[in-house]
């Protein structure tokens, strides 16, 4: 299963245990003579079904009728993620960053943070397109980590943001690629060069330092092509251009 469904799952399980404790219940008739925690616990009952509409009638039903009821912060956490879980990603960014503004010392502070960088990444385009999402995502991970350096989201926000960082990164090389297929070897270059820089683990790293290579040769810059076939047969001597790099230093010399 799903560790983020799984996560979500719990929470709204602990909150509707919570509430039948209290003996509150009921249906979404007659909302008006409800109370908070009755609108709170439909809400959560709803969202567990996944009847994402009633379910964001009952929350909003407590913020905007009970603002000052403490049904109130978490009718907002969860309305965020009622949004989250429709797929509305614009929308549940917005509300869990007006969470987090609202209550920023909340106990389910890092919970909001990290569904509010799930909601970019969940955004985030092909590679080959705008990358405005991935960008907004990777520094919202960032910024979890440093935050929450014990959270239970730690490990997700973890591997998410090697994914936001593997997309930027891919991004950049098929920009690079299409400098280089169109023999704009200098600007070939300069990406190429930015994206070791910026993004050094990436598991295509060979390709990058052929390419580099490869339009330092097209630019007749031998000393540098030179130096970018070596760094790749030092580093990656099992990579499938190192049989390329090797015929071109023969050329070069």
Do not use: W
Not at 10 to 18: R, V
Not at 53 to 64: C, G, P, Q, R
Not at 81 to 99: A, G, I, L, P, R
Not at 100 to 113: F, T
């Amino acid at each position: 299963m799903n560790p983020l469904h799984t996560h979500l799952q719990t929470l709204l399980y602990t909150l509707l245990c919570l509430l039948l404790l209290s003996g509150c219940g009921g249906s979404l008739t007659n909302l008006s003579d409800k109370t908070p925690k009755e609108l709170l616990k439909d809400g959560i009952e709803y969202t567990r079904v996944e009847n994402f509409t009633d379910a964001k009638t009952s929350l909003n039903k407590v913020i905007e009728d009970y603002p000052d009821s403490p049904e109130k912060v978490m009718a907002s956490l969860l309305l965020a993620e009622v949004h989250y879980k429709n797929d509305q990603f614009t929308e549940s960014k917005f509300m869990f960053k007006n969470f987090l503004e609202l209550y920023p010392a909340h106990r389910l502070a890092d919970r909001a943070y990290f569904f509010m960088a799930m909601s970019d990444f969940k955004l985030m385009d092909i590679e080959t397109r705008d990358q405005t999402f991935a960008q907004n995502a990777l520094e919202d991970f960032e910024k979890f980590l440093k935050t929450f350096p014990k959270s239970k989201y730690r490990s997700l926000a973890e591997e998410k943001r090697k994914q936001c960082l593997g997309s930027l990164a891919r991004n950049q090389m098929e920009i690079g690629k299409f400098y280089f297929r169109i023999s704009s070897f200098h600007s070939a270059i300069t990406r190429f060069q930015q994206l070791m820089l910026t993004y050094p683990d990436q598991p295509f790293m060979d390709e990058v330092l052929f390419l580099l290579g490869e339009s330092f040769y097209n630019e007749q810059n031998f000393e540098k092509a030179k130096l970018n076939y070596q760094e790749l047969i030092h580093k990656f001597p099992r990579s499938t251009f190192v049989q390329e790099a090797r015929t071109r230093l023969r050329e070069i010399k």
